[in-house]
């Protein structure tokens, strides 16, 4: 996700004035993105959103040392949302690659059981089932299945109770008094 | 994880390019102290380590974008950007791994079986990953990344 430009930096100007500007777009650009992060099934917001919350993140402690500890209190928690929506985003990741495996798995234990059959057979035997290489892997690999599916779930719950305690303790307008707007 | 090096100076700078200076600075030696054993395989830590430091240096050189010659910029950007996907895609197989062998150990042995063969598929990937990284790392080597990110530093005290 390509970020918001950030309009009006002046390189000779102070540094509490160029952050206040960049400050202002990146969390604006965080609020603006979860709030279309509110559809489980959108990946591509939540790794926006995710994308955008490290973004303010690292602005903030970059400036910490200007703005002081608040700055580094708002940065934490743009770290908890970040470090949230990446556990999500390991599960997006993973589940594909097992569903690839496990189908890689069913193309090699077909090919071998059927060149066991012979080119000249008429029906299958099911005995040569035994001969499938991956046959006592599938049942590990559901269950991980399974897991890694509950578990987006449950984090995603998480990451929505975050974001609702987010909006009522207004952190749009927190963050921007931590840098003095 | 290792934490994010002091920025010495940083509070008192006259001017928002005095700061780019400093944080880039620091930033990019941060960056190349980590690049040692990053290829070992037993210690997933070390290569953890160099891309949150990657993504730093990265962050920073957005931040402070307009501190610095356009075209010189943009091409060490691109440079830091494509060394930090290199680190990620080494990354996300050892994060893979080492959650598969964490969930492995709560299964029953029928159920291990499974795992363990796509444990030692994504070993393979983690293994090419590793092969692309050693490029990067000769490649920024041979590109003498390290001196231009200071000639950009120079360039932003001027």
């Given amino acids: 996700m390509k970020a918001r430009k950030v309009k009006g930096l002046d390189p000779q100007a102070t540094v509490e004035a160029n952050a206040q500007r960049i400050v202002s777009v990146r969390v604006g650009e965080l609020v603006g993105l979860g709030d279309k992060a509110l559809d489980p099934s959108d990946e591509k917001a939540l790794h926006d959103t995710r994308i955008a919350a490290k973004r303010l993140r690292y602005v903030l402690e970059m400036h910490t040392p200007v703005f002081g500890e608040p700055a580094a209190r708002a940065a934490k928690q743009a770290r908890k949302l970040q470090d949230l929506l990446g556990e999500i985003h390991d599960c997006d990741e993973l589940l594909p690659v097992i569903r690839r495996h496990v189908e890689r798995m069913r193309t090699e234990d077909a090919a071998t059981v059927r060149a066991r059959a012979g080119g000249l057979a008429n029906d299958l035997d099911p005995e040569l089932l035994r001969e499938a290489p991956h046959r006592a892997h599938y049942r590990g690999l559901e269950v991980l299945d399974v897991y890694t599916r509950t578990r987006r779930e449950v984090l995603y719950a998480r990451f929505l109770r975050e974001w609702r305690r987010l909006e009522r303790e207004d952190y749009k307008s927190s963050v921007e008094e931590v840098v003095g707007l | 994880m290792a934490k994010a090096r002091e920025i010495e100076g940083f509070a008192d700078a006259a001017s ?6 400093l944080a880039v600075e620091t930033r990019t030696d941060e960056l190349f102290s980590f690049a040692e054993g990053v290829l070992d395989t037993s210690d997933i830590e070390r290569v953890h380590d160099m891309r949150v430091a990657s993504r730093r240096l990265r962050a920073a050189l957005e931040i402070f974008a307009p501190c610095f010659p356009k075209s010189l910029h943009r091409k060490v950007l691109r440079e830091v950007k494509r060394l930090a996907d290199d ?63 200071i000639a950009l530093v120079e360039e932003a005290r001027r």
């Fill in chain 2, 16 to 21: 928002f390019a005095e700061a780019a200076s």
């Fill in chain 2, 87 to 149: 680190l990620g895609e080494r990354r996300d197989r050892d994060v893979q791994i080492a959650e598969l062998e964490r969930l492995s150990g709560s299964l029953s042995a029928g159920d291990r079986a499974g795992i363990g063969d796509l444990i030692k598929a994504l070993r393979e990937e983690q293994e090419s990953a590793n092969l692309v990284l050693a490029d990067a790392l000769e490649r920024i080597e041979r590109d003498d990344l390290h001196n231009r990110l």
